[in-house]
T-cell receptor
Framework: ETGVTQTPRHLVMGMTNKKSLKCEQHLGHNAMYWYKQSAKKPLELMFVYSLEERVENNSVPSRFSPECPNSSHLFLHLHTLQPEDSALYLC??????????????FGPGTRLTVT | GENVEQHPSTLSVQEGDSAVIKCTYSDSASNYFPWYKQELGKRPQLIIDIRSNVGEKKDQRIAVTLNKTAKHFSLHITETQPEDSAVYFCAASSRASGGSYIPTFGRGTSLIVHP
């Protein structure tokens, strides 16, 4: 698969588990994003890594922890999640320049179920 | 921060009719306005975008208009076809303090085109 890939595609975890979601982009972009997609809030931005800056949505609980070791890889570390965290987690990338930003390319998502 | 309102939440049309989806935004500094289409079970994909220095853009049956003074932009789809059925998201991007572009998405419009 080219473009933006995500693993795993499906994940079921208990509330006491620790897991990580992985995203990789093969587009040479310099910005990566995590979104949560649920019926309540269709596309909620969680974290952004761009131009060596990390921006986060202040409403995201600390049980979600992002990591971006380089411009091609992005992780979302999960621990002690709650059932309301069940959702589709989408990764995206774009080319962010001081003169403007390009469209976002989304990955296929990880369907997370917290039991 | 930015706030994007999108209407309607559901739009049902007959094949061949036109469909219009409207969004308003609050941050006058926003300068990039993309529209994404998400088919059932698939990832969002860009269908058209507009930057703040342009008032209108057209691509075959799809057009977007932007009114910066009123802070609203609209998606127009003409001669709708059943394959246009999907959820459509608008977004407005503005710069964070460190220079990164931060997109804020609308809540989405579920478009249903009846054959």
């Amino acid at each position: 698969e080219t473009g933006v890939t995500q693993t795993p595609r499906h994940l079921v975890m208990g509330m006491t588990n620790k897991k990580s979601l992985k995203c990789e982009q093969h587009l040479g972009h310099n910005a990566m994003y995590w979104y949560k997609q649920s019926a309540k809030k269709p596309l909620e931005l969680m974290f952004v890594y761009s131009l060596e800056e990390r921006v986060e949505n202040n409403s995201v609980p600390s049980r979600f922890s992002p990591e971006c070791p380089n411009s091609s890889h992005l992780f979302l570390h999960l621990h002690t999640l709650q059932p309301e965290d069940s959702a589709l987690y989408l990764c995206a990338s774009s080319q962010d320049k001081l003169a403007g930003v390009s469209e976002q390319y989304f990955g296929p998502g990880t369907r997370l179920t917290v039991t | 921060g930015e706030n994007v309102e999108q209407h309607p939440s559901t739009l049902s049309v007959q094949e061949g009719d036109s469909a219009v989806i409207k969004c308003t935004y609050s941050d006058s500094a926003s300068n990039y306005f993309p529209w994404y289409k998400q088919e059932l079970g698939k990832r969002p994909q860009l269908i058209i975008d507009i930057r703040s220095n342009v008032g209108e853009k057209k691509d075959q049956r799809i057009a977007v208009t932007l009114n910066k003074t009123a802070k609203h932009f609209s998606l127009h789809i003409t001669e709708t076809q059943p394959e246009d059925s999907a959820v459509y998201f608008c977004a407005a991007s503005s710069r964070a303090s460190g220079g990164s572009y931060i997109p804020t998405f609308g809540r989405g419009t579920s478009l249903i085109v009846h054959p």
